[in-house]
Structure formats: C-alpha cells, structure tokens
C-alpha cells in the first residue's frame, strides 16, 4: 500500500523547498506530519497514519495508525473514516470487527466517499458484520463507480456477468468489466480478457492477461495463473505457465498490503 497521491502538501503554504523535501524524504514528512497532527491537523493526522501503517519515515505501528485515523475521523475527514473502516475490516492495530467496519464505512460513504461506497458494498455482497443485501451493495457499487473507482466497475461487471440481481447481461458485463480495465483494474482486465478470448481475440486478450498479472497481488496471480496455464490457447497457456513460475520464487508480500 503506497502513501495516497491526493495528499495536497502544497495547501500548507510552505515554502518550495520545504515541499520538496516533503515529497522526497520520508523521515522529514513523518517528522513534519507528527508536528502537524499534534497541533490538531486532520490532514496530518491522516498522512501519520498511512505512514504509521507502512512504516513509511518511521517504524510500522499499526495501533498508532489507527490512533491517528480515528482523530482525524473524529474531525470529520470521510478519508479517515474509510481507514478507521479499514483497520477494523483488517484487524490493523485492533481486533477484527467486521460490524464496526461497516459502520465507519457507512459514514464515510454517506458523505460520498466512494472507496467506503465499495467497502460497504463488499461486506453487504459477503454478509460480513451486516445482514446480506445483495441489491444495497449494488446501489452502493453504482455510486462508487459513478465516482471513478474501477474496482466497484469490476464488481458491476460480476453482477452483470453472474445475475447476482436481476437477469444475467453479458454485454453490459463486457463494457464493464472494459471500463474497469483500462482504469487499471487487475480483476477487471482479467474479466475483460476472458470475454476476449472467448470471442476469439486471443492477442488482444493475452495482452489484458499479462497487465492484469504484472499489477496484481500474489494471492490473485496465484488463483488465475492456473486457470491460464490450462488454456486450450498455446499463447494464453504460456502466460499462465510464466506467471506460475515466478509465483514459485516471487517473495510473499506482507500483510498490510
């Protein structure tokens, strides 16, 4: 997990050589942030905790992490609200709490947070810490895509493809499932490369298939790389078999990730 580009270092007036070393030295932005956030800055508090997270400038604590996203939260910050989510989605400096995720992820998604749009709707499609409700996490997946996020077009495409609601439609899971991938979406470009091959575009999809692997987490590659590896296409199978072998020396990424 990278520290979030949206961070705006230069709405702090600071003079240009203090934002360069902002941006080039993590230990001078943690030290900067620690100032910041104990002088009552969300924004700061929010940027010490993604640093506290990923030991980024400063020792990983991911108790500390959490301290910092909920005072930020506390201050209103819908991002931090969504983070606050996060630790306890994944259990990142307190106990996995399923029920309470869904309730950080719910303010933050009223405020139109489309990151906590999409997490809200993962744990309402899974049942986890809420009643299931297949079509809240639609609507939910709806608006988040609405605003960009290509990981709920993905999930857009899945309704379409499976019929989670209503009848199955290939084609809008087709356009998609496309939208998701050119936005970068591993699972979309996977998705999308498979109704490709299908069709018989085999180069096109083979191309999809590599991006999809060379940005995704080990865990996917490592689901898909056999699916791939046993494909009746000699050039689709040899990006399956390529990927399964440098899964065998590929190191394990950590758990915050």
Request: include cysteine; charge should be positive.
């Amino acid at each position: 997990m990278s520290i979030p580009s949206t961070f705006a270092i230069s709405a702090y007036d600071l003079p240009l050589d203090a934002q360069q070393q902002l941006r080039l030295s993590p230990g001078y932005l943690a030290q900067w942030a620690r100032s910041e956030a104990c002088g009552g800055s969300s924004a700061a508090q929010l940027i010490l905790g993604h640093l506290l997270l990923n030991g980024h400038g400063v020792t990983a604590d991911h108790a500390a992490a959490y301290r910092a996203f909920l005072d930020a939260a506390r201050d209103d910050s819908a991002d931090a609200m969504n983070m606050v989510g996060r630790c306890y989605e994944r259990g990142w400096g307190v106990p996995v709490d399923f029920a309470e995720a869904a309730t950080w992820y719910r303010r933050a998604a009223d405020r139109s947070h489309t990151w906590a749009q999409f997490n809200l709707g993962s744990l309402l499609l899974h049942g986890q810490g809420v009643s299931a409700d297949l079509q809240h996490a639609l609507a939910l997946f709806v608006r988040s895509a609405r605003g960009g996020n290509a990981k709920a077009m993905n999930m857009l495409g899945r309704y379409r493809e499976e019929g989670w609601v209503g009848r199955v439609k290939l084609n809008s899971a087709r356009r998609w499932y496309w939208r998701a991938a050119i936005r970068g979406c591993y699972r979309g470009q996977f998705h999308f490369g498979r109704f490709l091959s299908d069709e018989g575009q085999v180069a096109k999809a083979t191309s999809w298939f590599q991006a999809s692997l060379e940005s995704a987490p080990r865990e996917f590659s490592i689901e898909i790389a056999p699916y791939l590896a046993r494909h009746a296409d000699p050039r689709i199978r040899s990006v399956g078999l390529a990927a399964m072998e440098r899964l065998k020396t590929a190191p394990r990424e950590r758990a915050a990730e």
